[in-house]
Structures are given as C-alpha cells and as structure tokens.
C-alpha cells in the first residue's frame, strides 16, 4: 500500500536547477523522516539528503551540500530536493526512500542527467 512516486528529472545544463518531487501515499507521512538517494551509471547507491519527520532537521551528503536543499510539505504528503549549481557527477537515477514499520520503501526513481 505504501507508494512513492518520484518525478521533476530532466535533462539540464551544468549550472542548472531542477526540483525533484516524491509523493507518498499509505503511511502516515508526517510521522515519518525521507530520504533522497542517488545511483550513477556503474556506482553504488548513495545517500543524498535525509529531513525528519516534521521538516525540523536536514542532512546532506559532503558531495551536495550547499547546492541541493531537501524540504516536506506534510499537508501534501509531498518531499522535495531542490538542486542548483548541477554538476556532470550529478548524473543518476534519484530515489525517494521512507521506513515504514521497520520495512524500507523505496520510489521508481527519476532520471537526472547535467550535461552540455
């Protein structure tokens, strides 16, 4: 029952701003902290941004900090990744991911390609 629904990638310049959006359903959603992960052609999976439940605290990984922004709307069931200042190693599929009653679930991703 529990659904993520990522989307907003694109193809975009270096420099560039895209905003990726991950709808969630079947959860409590506010209850529940987010993530964003990111997985690159032949690299492992990794984590990106995490924000908690109710939007209070943010993480991010070394590699974006300053240039991406995670944030929630928990009256539209909704988490956000706000990047700027895009970078060719940006290139990935970006996946929203929440734990639910122990269980990790994940979204289908949306493709993010920085290119010129």
């Known amino acids: 029952q529990v659904q993520l629904v990522e989307s907003g990638g694109g193809l975009v310049q270096p420099g560039g701003s895209l905003r990726l959006s991950c709808a969630a359903s079947?959860?409590?959603?506010?209850?529940?902290?987010m993530n964003w992960y990111r997985q690159a052609p032949g690299k492992e999976r990794e984590l990106v941004a995490v924000?908690?439940?109710?939007?209070?605290?943010?993480n991010y990984a070394d590699s974006v900090k300053g240039r991406f922004t995670i944030s929630r709307d928990n009256a539209k069931n909704t988490v956000y990744l706000q990047m700027n200042s895009l970078k060719p190693e940006d290139t990935a599929v970006y996946y929203c991911?929440?734990?639910?009653?122990?269980?990790?679930?994940w979204g289908q991703g949306t493709q993010v390609t920085v290119s010129s």
């Open positions: 991911k929440a734990r639910v009653n122990c269980y990790d679930y």
């Open positions: 079947g959860f409590t959603f506010r209850r529940i902290a």
């Open positions: 924000i908690s439940s109710g939007g209070g605290s943010t």
